[in-house]
């Protein structure tokens, strides 16, 4: 069982920056295929960014190419999401996941989330 732990969020202004983190523990980390999703109030869960195990290529939704970044420390077993440039309608709550397999595989969900907040 993996156990993942969000840190990071908090309020800032429009046009501001803000980094997450994403602590895993329990699994070897850097096997597998790791992702940034986001959940507005009201709104489904939806994939802001992937990064992959094996060749470390990254993948983003289109509201969030070009401003995010994610990356990953495999030695610190930790996932990363650099956010700038952030936008009223990135407020959200934002979960990092593991998908403990191939592509086919579930996203699996472990931590509480941490709450992205951005002003106009």
């Known amino acids: 069982q993996v156990q993942l732990v969000e840190s990071g969020g908090g309020l800032v202004q429009a046009g501001g920056s803000l980094k997450l983190s994403c602590a895993a523990s329990g699994r070897t980390f850097s096997r597998y295929a790791m992702a940034w999703f986001r959940q507005a109030p009201g709104k489904d869960r939806e994939s802001v960014a992937r990064?992959?195990?094996?060749?470390?290529?990254?993948r983003y939704s289109d509201s969030v190419k070009g401003r995010f970044t994610i990356s990953r420390d495999n030695a610190k077993n930790t996932l990363y999401l650099q956010m700038n440039d952030l936008k009223p309608e990135d407020t959200a709550v934002y979960y990092c996941?593991?998908?403990?397999?191939?592509?086919?595989?579930?996203?699996?969900?472990g931590g509480q989330g941490t709450q992205v907040t951005v002003s106009p």
């Open positions: 996941a593991i998908q403990l397999g191939s592509h086919t595989v579930p996203w699996s969900f």
């Open positions: 990064i992959l195990w094996s060749n470390g290529i990254t």
